[in-house]
């Protein structure tokens, strides 16, 4: 069957704008179609909730609720687990009726997550009200903020190594001239 990422891409945009009320359009074009949430995260940056985006090799459908919210992933549907990508994009080169509705189902699903917590709501969330609606989803907030905290300390001595090194090198090439 051959590829067919515009109508792929019109079909994955659609099925995210039906679901677009009230949230915030933040890029419309022929080969992006981004949705944030009004609210913005405790660290005051915006909450994301979704994006269609056409690319090289597919077209890649985002649905953010699901980075935290293991009864979301637990509530896809074993038919499009083959197109998952990661945590929250599923690829596809053409357009497919069946796994479309189940993706227009899935998005419903996360809405619905994010209206019962608040999450579409205009202003800062709360810490604690963002920690209550990772719990609803079956996270621990706080495993997750050491997780966090342990993956940046990781990528700062990381980061240290390297500069360590590159520093090395910079003196060796002075040392030799």
């Known amino acids: 069957m051959p590829r067919d990422f515009p109508a792929a891409f019109a079909a994955l945009r659609d099925i995210l704008k039906r679901h677009a009320a009230g949230l915030i359009v933040v890029a419309d074009t022929p080969t992006d179609f981004t949705l944030?949430?009004?609210?913005?995260?405790?660290?005051g940056k915006p909450l994301w909730f979704g994006c269609v985006l056409l690319k090289k090799s597919a077209v890649t459908y985002h649905l953010f609720p699901l980075y935290f919210n293991p009864k979301l992933q637990a509530a896809i549907p074993a038919?499009?687990?083959p197109r998952k990508q990661?945590?929250?994009?599923?690829?596809f080169q053409r357009p497919d009726p069946n796994l479309f509705t189940q993706l227009d189902t899935l998005t419903k699903l996360a809405r619905e997550g994010f209206e019962r917590h608040g999450l579409l709501n205009p202003g800062t969330v709360s810490q604690e009200q963002f920690a209550t609606a990772l719990r609803a989803a079956g996270e621990d907030p706080e495993a997750l903020a050491k997780l966090r905290k342990s993956k940046g300390e990781a990528a700062a001595k990381k980061r240290a190594a390297t500069i360590k090194k590159k520093t090395a090198i910079v003196n060796r090439n002075r040392t030799a001239r």
């Open 36 to 43: 944030t949430s009004p609210a913005e995260a405790p660290n």
């Open 79 to 81: 038919e499009l687990l």
């Open 86 to 91: 990661g945590k929250t994009c599923f690829n």
